[in-house]
């Protein structure tokens, strides 16, 4: 903070707090000596009681309100566990995750030895680390909801990949003191940043935990200008598809919560902040979602997916999915 300033408005005195970084001001009235900041005749203020009236009335309320959202974030996915289950059975689920999973494998090795760890973070019900843990990876699967783990191990049993699979419970913010540096040749950020405040302090835990320069980070986020098209087409919204053109929040349908809207430059950004090169970005779901009903999802599949993975790869039609992932080593 640059610093508090005294002002005055006929009557009433003011205390100023100027930020400069941020470039704003702030202001409110203190009437005669109500809170022992402003003393009447004196050209000062008491630091003490300033700072004090700050804390009360700025900081602390923020706190609450940072911590109600993030209680709420938390609260959905502890009791919407067997709703993202069903979700990942349907067509939009199955495909988002084949895509996903198939763009990742591009940058796997054929055969994994023995030594070969992956951190999923935010891992939900498994389904992905599942499919790495069948490949001989050993999967520690990470994720604030024990419900979501409860089915992760269900599905790790069904399996029979329970040899390969570590459970941990905890919060994302809190993943680099949560694992040690250096730990895991692979780590998984899937849909999970959009739900979060500061995705860069989950990022950093990420590149803190990959183990060397050819270790990877997979990210998969919501795109904005997929959401765009998709307000305009399925829902009919002109002016949320416009609102959505600049929007930093969009509105989700399965938890029925607030999410996070990228674009590729924004999420790119944020990982060279980090200190991670993007390899590889790809677009997820980029007209699946708006085909007509005459073609059949079920019989379809394999088409509807071979074409969207060429889709995906190319840039121009990137640009528009519904999701983006990008693949980034350390330097």
Known sequence: MAGLV????????????????????????IWGSKHGLWKPGRAHFQTSNAAWFFR??????????????????????????????????TFEGRLRSDLVFKN?????????????????????????AVRLAQLGIHVTLFDSSAEMLDIAQFAAREAAVTDKITLKQGDAHQLAISFHAGSFDLVLCHNVLEYLDDPIVVLSGAAR??????????????????????TA????DLACAENNLTAEWGQESLYGGRVRLFTPDSLRAMLTEVSLRVIAERGVRVLADYLPSRISRNAEYERIFELERKLGSQPEYAAVARYTQCLARLP
């Open 233 to 236: 087409i399925q829902a009919g």
């Open 56 to 89: 009360k009335t700025f900081e602390r309320p923020l706190e609450r309100c940072m911590k109600m959202n993030a209680d709420a974030d938390s609260e959905r996915f502890q009791s919407g566990a067997d709703k993202y289950a069903a979700y990942l059975g």
């Open 6 to 29: 005294n002002g005055n408005d006929s009557a009433n005195s003011y205390l100023v707090l100027k930020s400069s970084p941020a470039r704003w001001w702030m202001r409110w009235p």
């Open 209 to 230: 935990a990959l183990r060397n320069s050819s270790a990877v980070l997979s990210v998969v986020v919501r795109n904005r200008a997929g959401e765009v098209v998709k």
């Open 104 to 128: 990742l494998q591009d940058f796997l090795p054929l055969q994994a030895d023995d030594s070969c760890c992956a951190l999923d973070v935010g891992c939900g019900t498994g389904a992905t």
